[in-house]
C-alpha cells in the first residue's frame, strides 16, 4: 500500500483521541519507562503508566524516574523471594504487584482455596471467599493486580487484592468504528498492537492481523511460519491476560488437556488462546497422547484424557514455528510443516488446523516497525477483541454469504474460510457495515490466502486430499 494512503499520525492521533479518550494511550511511553525489562507483559505496563504518570507524548525523565520508583517498591525481582519471605516471617503486611492464581482443592481430607505467586514463589497463600467471589478470573486465567500479603498462624494470607482491568463496552465499540475510516481503523488495530502501520504493506498489514483472529473468533486454530525476529510471539506476549504464551520447557497432556489425577483443566481449558512458541524447541511428554488429545479437541472443542473429566472449551491453539529461508526470503524446505515436530506433521492434525500464516512475508522488526503514535490500551484492546468471540452476527452473516466454488470443494475448507472470514470481519467491521467491495478485500481473499497454505501441505502429503479442488475459490453470494 502506498504510504501516502495513511491517515497522517497527528490527524489520527486526535481522532483517536477524540473517540476512546482515557482508553487511547501514546504507544511510545511504555518502551521509555522500560517496564517491560522486569518481565512485565505490555497490558500490565500500561496499566502502571496510566496510573503512576499518566499523560500523553513521550515519557520525560520526571515521569521515568517516577515509574522506576514505584516499580522498584512494587514490583518483585527474582532476588527479592527471600527478602519478602523474611518480611513476612517478621510480621510485616507486604504490598507487591504480582499475577495470582487461584486453585480449589477437593480432597476427603483437605478441601481449600489456595492461591500461587510465582513472583515470589509462594504456591499456597489462603485466600478468602469473598476476594475470590469478587474476582472470579482468579479462578480461570489467574489475574494482575496490587496484592497485600500477611503471614498468619494458618500460613501466609492474601488480605486485599487489587485488579488491573478494563471495563469493555462492546456496542460503543462499534459504534465508535463508524467514526473512522477503513485505512483509519486498520491502522488503529494496528498501532493498538504495537507496530507502525505505515512501516508494513497492506500484505503484510493482514498478516499482522491474523494473528489477532484467535482472540475474536472461538476455536481458531493457527500455525505461523517464519524465520527469528518477525514478532510471532510479541502479541501474545503483551496483549491480555486470557492468553497463555508457552515458550521453553516441558508439556505433557496434564498442561494442556486435564490433570487425570486431580481432575484439573488444563491450559487448553483455562484460556481463551494458547501459543506453543518456538513448538521446535519444546520438549513434549507423550507425543502421541497429546497429538491424540489435540485431534480431538481441534475436532470437537472438547477435552479429555482417556474419556475421564472431559470439558468443552472455546480455545484457540496457535502454533509459532522458525523456518529457514534461503537467498530469496523464501522457505528452503517443503514440505513447510517439516518445520513441525514429527508428531505434529500428521495429516488428520494439521486439517484441523484453520490456516497457515506465511510470517516470512513479514519485514524483521526494527526500530521503525514499533508503534510512535496513539492507540489503544492494551488491556482495553484484549478485552474487546475477546468480547467480540461471543458476538455471532459475523459468523452467521458468512456462513450466509461464502460459499466454496468448484464441485470437489471440501468441507473442511469451506468452514475454515468462513470462520477466518468472520474473524476477519469482527476486526475490521465489528459493527457489520462492509461494503462488497470490502467484504472481498479485506475477509474473504485473506482467509482463502490462510486456509490455501494448509491446503498445499495436505495436498502435498497425503493422496487422500487430492480427489478434492487443488485451488480453493470462494463465491461470495447475494446478500
Known amino acids: 500500500m502506498d504510504a501516502s494512503a495513511f491517515p497522517t499520525p497527528s490527524t489520527l492521533d486526535e481522532k483517536i483521541v477524540r473517540h476512546f479518550g482515557e482508553l487511547a494511550i501514546d504507544k511510545r511511553r511504555l518502551p521509555m519507562s522500560q517496564l517491560q525489562k522486569r518481565s512485565v507483559p505490555g497490558y500490565v505496563g500500561e496499566w502502571i503508566l496510566e496510573s503512576i504518570a499518566p499523560g500523553s507524548g513521550p515519557l520525560t525523565a520526571e515521569e521515568a524516574e517516577r515509574v522506576q520508583s514505584w516499580a522498584d517498591r512494587l514490583i518483585p525481582g527474582p532476588s527479592d523471594q527471600n527478602l519478602i519471605k523474611h518480611r513476612l516471617l517478621q510480621g510485616d503486611t507486604v504490598k507487591i504487584l504480582t499475577p495470582v492464581q487461584v486453585e480449589v482443592v477437593l480432597k476427603r481430607n483437605k478441601q481449600e482455596r489456595v492461591a500461587s505467586l510465582p513472583l515470589v514463589g509462594i504456591d499456597d497463600a489462603l485466600v478468602t471467599d469473598g476476594l475470590v467471589n469478587a474476582n472470579p478470573g482468579l479462578l480461570k486465567q489467574g489475574m494482575w493486580g496490587i496484592t497485600e500479603l500477611l503471614n498468619t498462624e494458618d500460613g501466609v494470607a492474601v488480605v486485599s487484592f487489587r485488579p488491573m482491568q478494563a471495563s469493555v463496552d462492546l456496542d460503543l465499540y462499534k459504534q465508535v468504528r463508524k467514526e473512522f475510516t477503513t485505512t483509519e481503523w486498520r491502522s488503529l488495530m494496528i498501532l493498538s498492537m504495537g507496530y507502525s502501520p505505515d512501516a508494513f504493506s497492506e500484505n503484510e498489514q493482514s498478516l499482522l492481523l491474523g494473528r489477532l483472529l484467535p482472540l475474536v473468533q472461538k476455536n481458531m486454530h493457527l500455525v505461523e511460519l517464519a524465520p527469528k525476529g518477525t514478532g510471532k510471539s510479541y502479541v501474545f506476549e503483551n496483549i491480555s491476560p486470557h492468553v497463555r504464551l508457552i515458550s521453553g520447557g516441558t508439556v505433557s497432556p496434564a498442561v494442556l488437556f486435564v490433570n487425570n489425577a486431580t481432575g484439573q483443566p488444563g491450559l487448553l481449558a483455562r484460556f481463551s488462546v494458547v501459543v506453543l512458541d518456538e513448538v521446535q524447541t519444546l520438549k513434549f511428554e507423550k507425543p502421541e497422547q497429546i497429538v491424540g488429545g489435540l485431534k480431538g479437541f481441534l475436532a470437537n472443542a472438547r477435552l479429555t484424557r482417556g474419556g475421564l473429566h472431559e470439558m468443552s ?45 506465511p510470517g516470512w512475508e513479514v519485514q524483521k522488526l526494527g526500530s521503525s516497525s514499533f508503534a510512535s503514535g496513539v492507540g489503544l490500551k492494551s488491556d482495553f484492546f484484549g478485552d474487546a477483541l475477546i468480547a467480540l468471540r461471543h458476538d455471532l452476527d459475523a459468523d452467521a452473516y458468512m456462513q450466509r454469504r461464502v460459499k466454496l466454488g468448484g464441485e470437489r470443494a471440501y468441507g473442511r475448507n469451506e468452514q475454515s474460510v468462513r470462520g477466518i472470514a468472520s474473524g476477519m470481519m469482527k476486526l475490521l467491521f465489528p459493527d457489520g457495515a462492509v461494503s462488497e467491495e470490502e467484504l472481498i478485500r479485506y475477509c474473504v481473499k485473506p482467509a482463502v490466502r490462510l486456509r490455501q497454505n494448509i491446503w498445499d501441505q495436505l495436498y502435498e502429503l497425503d493422496a487422500e486430499y487430492r480427489q478434492y479442488e487443488r485451488v480453493i475459490s470462494a463465491d461470495v453470494l447475494p446478500a
Open 313 to 357: 472449551s472455546d480455545c484457540g491453539l496457535v502454533l509459532l514455528a522458525n523456518i529457514a529461508l534461503d537467498s530469496h526470503q523464501k522457505p528452503i524446505r517443503h514440505p513447510l510443516v517439516g518445520e513441525l515436530p514429527a508428531f505434529l506433521q500428521e495429516t488428520a492434525f494439521l486439517d484441523r488446523l484453520k490456516g497457515l500464516i
